[in-house]
Nanobody, 120 residues
Framework: QVQLVESGGGLVQAGGSLRLSCAAS????????MGWYRQAPGKQRELVAA???????NYADSVKGRFTISRDNAQNTVYLQMNSLEPEDTAVYYC??????????????WGQGTQVTVSS
């Protein structure tokens, strides 16, 4: 089993910054991809940013140039640096990790979610 622990959400004024982190632990053989999704009230969950083990990244158009995803592979941790936050960024942010566990099984886990609220 794999556990994900998220941290870093909170309340910030528009134009401010927050940094989210998500640490994965447990029976991990390899992590293939780590990413962040968000879900605002009344909306579907959407991809914010993702990072593969090969080093490639992709971002939602709405956050390009403002958000940066990074990884610490030694610590199985993924970060999301969010700058120039806008009220439209208000949502619950979820970490997602995909990989292979110690028994060779593919896994796909979600974090518990962390609230990000941006006031205008």
């Amino acid at each position: 089993q794999v556990q994900l622990v998220e941290s870093g959400g909170g309340l910030v004024q528009a134009g401010g910054s927050l940094r989210l982190s998500c640490a994965a632990s447990g029976s991990i053989f390899r992590i293939n991809a780590m990413g962040w999704y968000r879900q605002a009230p009344g909306k579907q969950r959407e991809l914010v940013a993702a990072s593969t083990s090969a080093g490639s990244t992709n971002y939602a158009d709405s956050v390009k140039g403002r958000f940066t995803i990074s990884r610490d592979n030694a610590q199985n941790t993924v970060y999301l640096q969010m700058n120039s936050l806008e009220p439209e960024d208000t949502a619950v942010y979820y970490c997602n990790v995909r990989g292979k566990d110690g028994l060779g099984r593919q896994f796909n886990y979600w974090g518990q979610g962390t609230q990000v609220t941006v006031s205008s």
